[in-house]
């Protein structure tokens, strides 16, 4: 079992930053890919940012590469999300997940292949 807090979240100008942070329990944290969704009023939840097991492998959505770096320490049972240059667009709350993968290089990316969720963060980006 893993439970997952997420932090981070709040108001920011548009040109801003944030960094999201997302607080895992359990002894096994370090054998679940990790990824960041985000859900916009009135839209689907969509995938933002992925990690592997030991962090070698990421992947992002278009809409943030340049701009989001994911990362995760395994010593602190965390993931982070570092947000750049935010845009209105990228309002919404941030959902922190893990799953478990058969290889340690794996980053999924649907919301299914995911077991566990945290309970959001709303990141808000005003114009």
């Known amino acids: 079992q893993v439970q997952l807090v997420e932090s981070g979240g709040g108001l920011v100008q548009a040109g801003g930053s944030l960094r999201l942070s997302c607080a895992a329990s359990?002894?096994?944290?370090?054998?679940?890919?990790m990824g960041w969704f985000r859900q916009a009023p009135g839209k689907e939840r969509e995938f933002v940012a992925g990690i592997s097991w030991r962090g070698g492998s990421t992947s992002y959505a278009d809409s943030g590469k340049g701009r989001f770096t994911i990362s995760r320490d395994t010593a602190k049972n965390t993931v982070y999300l570092q947000m750049n240059n935010l845009k209105p667009e990228d309002t919404a709350v941030y959902y922190c997940a893990a799953a478990q993968t058969r290889k340690f290089s794996l980053v999924p990316m649907m919301d299914d292949e995911y077991g566990y969720w945290g309970q959001g963060t709303q990141v808000t980006v005003s114009s």
């Open positions: 359990g002894r096994t944290f370090s054998t679940y890919a």
